[in-house]
C-alpha cells in the first residue's frame, strides 16, 4: 500500500487474518470485494485500490498490466459483481474484529507495511480504526496484510526491519519476565530521562531527547495537541511531509511562542521533519527535491511570522534507490548550507 494515497484512493479488497502466540491462525479469517462500478474501474489506479474521485484525468487510468493482471484474476469482474458496500464491509469487518477482540485498544494491525494501512482505515473506516491499538506492528518485506490478534497473541510472520514500536510490543508478549527483569534493573537510568534531556550532535548542537511525535495525528487536532504539548514541557517535536500536518505544528509552536515570549524563544523549541520518499511519490528524475524541501520549512515557519528554518530534515525511507538518495542528500546539504535547516540525517 505504500506508494498510495488515502485522499485519493479507496480500498476494494480486504481480508482479515487473526492469529494466536505460535503465529497460527485461529480462525479460517474473511475476506471481501467491494462493490465497484465499471466506470469507476476504468479510471483504476494500483493494485488494490481506487480513486475516490472518479473525474480523474485520462493519465490516471488503469495501466496495461493493472488491465491484464486484475481481468485475468478476476477481480475485476468480481467488483462489478459484488453485492457488499462499502458500509457493509466496513460493519461486516468491525463485528467480526469484535467477535475475536471486544475490548477496545487492544487488537494490533500487523503486517507488511501497515503503517500505510492503518492510514487508510483510518480515512475509510474510522470505527474500525478507533477500536485497534494505536500501536501496529509492521514489518519491510512481503506478507499477507491485515492482521489483527490480541495484544498477548504474536502477531506478524516475519521479523526484519521492525521498527521500535513493534520490537517493544513483540518482547512484551513474547519474553514478558525479560522485559520486566531489565525494567527493573534500568529503572535508574530510566528515571534519569526528562523532558529537558538533550543528546549531543556534530556542530555542536543539542537535541531535546525525548520528543512528541504527531504520526497518524489528523491536521484539525494536531495544532491543539502540539500546544498541550509544549505547555506540558515539550520542547521537540517530530513530524513529516507525509503526516500532513506540518502547518499544524508550526501553527502551535508560533502560538506558543506568542504566548510565551518573555519566557521561551524561537532557538528553545527543535522542529524535526522528513522528506516524502514513499516509492512512486517522486518523479524518476527527482528534480522538485529541493523545491519539496523548501515547500516544508516555508510551511512550518508560516509568512515570516517565525524564524525560517527546521532543527533537523531527514530522509523518511530508502524507497527513491541509490542514485535518488545522492540526489536527496545534495538537496539536503544545500538546505543546510542556506541556512534552511540546522541539521540533517536520515530515518527509517
Known sequence: MTGLDEETDVIIEIAVIITNGNLEPVDDGIEYVIKTDKEVLDKYVGSFFMPLHHEADSNRRMGEWCTKQHGESGLTASCIASPYTYQQVSDEILAYVKKWVPDERVGILAGSSVHADKRFLAKG??????????????????????????????ITHFLLSL????????????????????????????????????????????????????????????????????????????????????????????????ENKNQVCRQDIWITTKLRDEKGRLPKKLDNVPQLLTESVDVICGSGEMEGYVDLFLIHSPYAGVDGRRIQWQALEDLKKAGKVRAIGVSN
Open 125 to 154: 473506516m474510522p470505527e474500525l480504526d478507533a477500536h485497534l491499538h494505536y500501536r501496529i506492528v509492521g514489518t519491510f518485506v512481503p506478507c499477507s496484510i491485515g492482521h489483527v490478534s490480541r495484544l498477548d497473541w504474536s
Open 163 to 258: 521498527d521500535v514500536s513493534s520490537i517493544k510490543e513483540l518482547a512484551k508478549r513474547w519474553y514478558p519476565g525479560d522485559v520486566a527483569r531489565r525494567a527493573e534493573k534500568n529503572k535508574e537510568r530510566f528515571i534519569s530521562h526528562r523532558i529537558s534531556s538533550k543528546v549531543q550532535l556534530p556542530e555542536d548542537i543539542r537535541i531535546p531527547q525525548l520528543g512528541f511525535g504527531v504520526y497518524l495525528s489528523p491536521a484539525e487536532r494536531t495544532t491543539a495537541s502540539v500546544t498541550h504539548a509544549l505547555h506540558a514541557g515539550y520542547r521537540h517535536i517530530d513530524t513529516a511531509q507525509i503526516y500532513r500536518n506540518e502547518k499544524q505544528v508550526g501553527d502551535a509552536v508560533r502560538l506558543f511562542l506568542e
